[in-house]
């Protein structure tokens, strides 16, 4: 396993992206339809926030009605993206090693960093493609 492979080497580059004009039913169907679980909040390229899908569920109280469809949407439209999405993130260069982008995930306990490049998103990479990484070296 070579520690010094760019992260640019695994991280996904097809980013799906949210405005923070955009609201969280929105953010919802994103996550389902892609089965995704972090959503880079951006204005134009450059990078706001994360909004994860633990994010929607800590607001959500489906769990508390039959009736999810109503009770998310009452929900969703009394927050804003940017209400409930991180905003101090930490984010990485492509060139960033494989190495240094595990260390930070592994301490900081996140599971996604954006990948920036002059101040532009040029992807995303997460604990799941870590792993991937990993699996395939073995």
Known sequence: MKRTTPISEIMTT???????ADRLET??????????????VVK???VLGMLSYTDLLRISFADVSDDETSIDAFVY???????????????????????????????KEFHALPVVEDNELVGIVTTTDLINYLIAQL
């Open 44 to 46: 134009d390229k450059a």
């Open 77 to 107: 439209d009394m927050f804003s993206i940017q209400q409930v999405m991180a905003k101090n993130l930490f984010m990485v260069a492509p060139n960033s090693t494989i190495k240094e982008v595990a260390e930070l995930l592994s301490k």
């Open 14 to 20: 097809e980013v799906v992206t949210l405005n923070v």
């Open 27 to 40: 953010a919802e169907k994103l996550f389902k339809k892609y089965k995704i679980r972090h959503i880079p």
